[in-house]
């Protein structure tokens, strides 16, 4: 089975400017969390999404937004970027099951100039 | 509410030395463990995780953890480490009710293994 795929891995912004991510999980898992980590603040929950649905959001500004579609693939979009949202933004998927083991995309690090 | 907390953010071993790394957790439901690690630049990847049964688990590249309900841990064990160990670990807690897991990420230790 193919891993979980971002694009884009790299990514260059100037302050202002808006940007999506995409996010195609393993085959067969219907949900999908992004997650956002930088040096200062480590890893940060940014939202999970299950069957097009949002079930779960972390504490970030309304300019992160998300979104499923009914293949499970998932973008999400941060508008007005800043200097501060410069980080390795990661997606992970899931089956769910008992556990919810979430399985973890190699990311896309975004640069804000 | 659920968290995990792990004790020191840098760790140092000399190679061929003892590996610990510490994670303690708080559910309110029995919940499920894991450890991720994540080399630079990319991705979380599993090393291991407890779900239910046997209380010490055994994961990848030579790495075990043990679950103590008592002490509400589930720390990072490897007799001895090697340079290829150097790298970023992450404790997980899954745990939840009404059929939502919800799951928690600890703070992360960064792991120096010195020649």
């Known amino acids: 089975k193919a891993g979980v795929t971002q694009t884009p891995r790299y990514l260059i912004k100037t302050r202002g400017q808006q940007v999506t991510l995409s996010c195609s999980p393993i085959?067969?898992?219907?949900?999908v969390s992004w997650y956002q980590q930088t040096p200062g603040q480590g890893l940060q929950f940014l939202f999970e999404?299950?069957?097009?649905?949002?079930?779960n959001k972390g504490n970030f500004p309304g300019r992160f937004s998300g979104r499923q579609f009914s293949n499970s693939r998932s973008e999400m979009n941060v508008s007005t970027l800043e200097l501060g949202d410069s980080a390795l933004y990661l997606c992970?998927?899931?089956?769910?099951?008992?556990?919810?083991?979430?399985?973890f995309g190699p990311g896309t690090r975004l640069t804000v100039l | 509410a659920q968290s995990v907390t792990q004790l020191g953010s840098h760790v140092s071993v000399s190679e061929g030395a003892l590996v610990l790394l510490r994670c303690n957790y708080s559910?309110?439901?029995?919940?499920?463990l894991f450890w991720y690690v994540q080399y630079p630049n990319q991705g979380l990847q599993l090393l291991l995780k407890?779900?239910?049964?046997?209380?010490l688990v055994k994961g990848i590249n030579g790495f075990e953890a043990e679950f103590k309900k008592s002490e509400t841990s589930f720390h990072l064990t490897k007799p001895s480490a090697h340079m290829s160990d150097a790298a970023e670990y992450f404790c997980?807690?899954?745990?939840?009710?009404?059929?939502?897991?919800?799951?928690?990420f600890g703070t992360g230790t960064k792991l120096q293994v010195i020649p």
């Open positions: 992970a998927s899931s089956n769910y099951g008992e556990t919810n083991e979430q399985f």
């Open positions: 085959s067969g898992h219907r949900s």
């Open positions: 999404y299950f069957s097009e649905t949002q079930r």
């Open positions: 559910s309110s439901v029995p919940p499920y």
């Open positions: 407890y779900t239910t049964g046997a209380t």
């Open positions: 997980a807690v899954s745990g939840g009710s009404g059929g939502y897991q919800k799951v928690t």
